[in-house]
């Protein structure tokens, strides 16, 4: 009995013998006799890797030239990664020990081998061809396996491969291979910075509680040595204010707290200094933002301030007067022994008086005015 078989043309076909492998057919029609029913066929696509690897191993264990002529192999050892490309272009990274078998057709197979010992930093080419896959009209596949470290302007990075501190990675873009290796990145911000500490509770030494808000600005000085000494940099800045605030105003009254909020700046400052010491970063300023008071507080203070004006406000009042009762006594006494001075005053008195008026009527003459207003004070 005749048997026909149909391959496409891209398509590649296993030729099997009660289930057993004997060879490859290329595209076309095939014909072979088969009067118990004994061949069956297995096709694959030759655009999709090689996926029975035991096809691929028996070829070429037996017959090399044929596994030659239909594969294009791919094997990486343990310390190797490939990069593969079609016709040219990279569509893939595969990871050391990788094993892929691709048919050999229209698509034109390159791989290119990297040895991981030579180093862990990808070449700055390769990098920018993987900075932007998305853009690519054809993804790359296997990127997880390669660490992209983008470092902005103002920025430095601190990595660390297998538990080795590298040196600094200044702005810009490189990447890292992932394999065989441990990575730790993180990323410094090097200007200045702002840190506060808000609504610290602290109780004063006359046993006033209130609550003080502190800002300091701080960058970093030495980035390696910092972190080389402490595990979070910023955070053991933030407790050392909390302390040095809170040692600063358990030592003070609160009106000393409240007449000089530099005493609170400088001391501070001083326990930053003392305790920071060696560590890599830069203070350039602390200072108090502002003081809270509980409520009650407010209210007496308020109280305070109100009888300490009034007080003010009366003794004002009362040398005000008493300056005035002092300059109508020298008046006087000018006018009891000067007639000249005392008729002068008389003749301003008047002119006050008549400035009122519409209209004055004079009879007798200006001694008589005066007489009358005289008697009408009387």
């Not at 569509?91 to 791989?111: K, N, Y």
């Not at 800045?237 to 007449?259: H, S």
């Amino acid at each position: 009995m005749l048997k026909r078989f149909i391959v496409k043309k891209n398509e590649r076909a296993a030729l099997l013998r009660n289930g057993d492998f004997e060879r490859i057919l290329n595209p076309g029609r095939h014909f072979f006799f088969d009067p118990f029913g004994e061949l069956s066929l297995t096709v694959w696509e030759t655009d999709e890797p090689m996926l029975d690897t035991d096809v691929v191993d028996y070829l070429r264990q037996n017959d090399p030239a044929e596994a030659e002529r239909h594969f294009f192999c791919m094997e990486l050892t343990e310390d190797e990664v490939g990069l593969r490309y079609e016709n040219d272009v990279l569509v893939e990274i595969l990871p050391p020990a990788s094993r892929r078998f691709f048919w050999r057709g229209l698509t034109a197979q390159r791989l290119e081998k990297v040895d991981l010992r030579a180093g862990a930093a990808l070449p700055a080419e390769m990098v920018k061809r993987l900075l932007q896959p998305s853009l690519r009209g054809r993804p790359v596949l296997g990127l997880n396996g390669v660490f992209i470290a983008p470092v902005p302007a103002g920025h430095v990075g601190l990595l660390c491969i297998d538990g080795v501190q590298q040196p600094l990675l200044s702005p810009g873009v490189s990447a890292y291979w992932r394999f065989n290796r441990d990575l730790q990145w993180e990323l410094v911000d090097t200007r200045w910075q702002t840190l506060e500490v808000s609504g610290q509770e602290i109780l004063t030494r006359d046993k006033v509680g209130l609550r003080i808000n502190l800002a300091a600005t701080w960058r970093f000085a030495d980035v390696i040595g910092a972190f080389a000494k402490l595990a979070k940099p910023a955070e053991h800045l933030y407790r050392e204010l909390q302390f040095g605030l809170r040692a600063a105003g358990g030592t003070r009254n609160l009106d000393e707290l409240l007449e000089n909020k530099q005493s609170i700046d400088v001391a501070v400052a001083e326990h930053i200094a003392r305790k920071l010491a060696g560590f890599g970063l830069d203070i350039g300023g602390i200072g108090v933002k502002d003081i809270v008071l509980p409520g009650d507080m407010k209210v007496i203070l308020a109280q305070v301030v109100e009888a300490g004006k009034a007080a003010e406000a009366n003794v004002i009042r009362r040398r005000e007067e008493t300056a005035a009762t002092r300059s109508l006594l020298n008046t006087a006494k000018v006018m009891e022994d000067n007639p000249v001075a005392l008729r002068l005053k008389e003749l301003e008195t008047l002119e006050r008086v008549a400035e009122r008026i519409d209209r004055i009527s004079v009879f007798g003459g200006l001694d008589q005015v005066l007489n009358g207003l005289v008697t009408l004070a009387k």
